[in-house]
């Protein structure tokens, strides 16, 4: 069974940094894609970034300039680099990755924006 595991998220000021951290285990095959997606309460899940295996990346319009999103192939790992934060970039980060013509979750990281 593929599992994804998440670290790093957690408190931060307004205008701090946090980094997300996700490692895809059990899987023999390298993940297509992978990214971010997050939730604010009562609010829908929205994509922040993706990063395919070339290296190309998306990211949506509320982080572009402020996240960067970055992947180690050789170990099936993704990371979030999120500096300028804003109150609301708070949310429930979760990470996720194609493999085959499947998307596997992480289990979600609590950011926090706050002072």
């Known amino acids: 069974q593929v599992q994804l595991v998440e670290s790093g998220g957690g408190l931060a000021q307004p205008g701090g940094s946090l980094r997300l951290s996700c490692a895809v285990s059990r899987s023999i095959f390298s993940p297509s894609y992978m990214g971010w997606y997050r939730q604010a309460p009562e609010n829908q899940r929205e994509l922040v970034a993706t990063i395919n295996s070339g290296g190309s990346t998306t990211y949506a319009d509320s982080v572009k300039g402020r996240f960067t999103i970055s992947r180690d192939n050789a170990k099936n790992t993704v990371d979030l680099q999120m500096n300028s934060l804003k109150p609301e970039d708070m949310a429930v980060y979760y990470c996720?990755?194609?493999?085959?013509?499947?998307?596997?979750w992480g289990q979600g990281t609590q950011v926090t924006v706050s002072s």
């Open positions: 996720f990755a194609r493999i085959r013509t499947f998307d596997y």
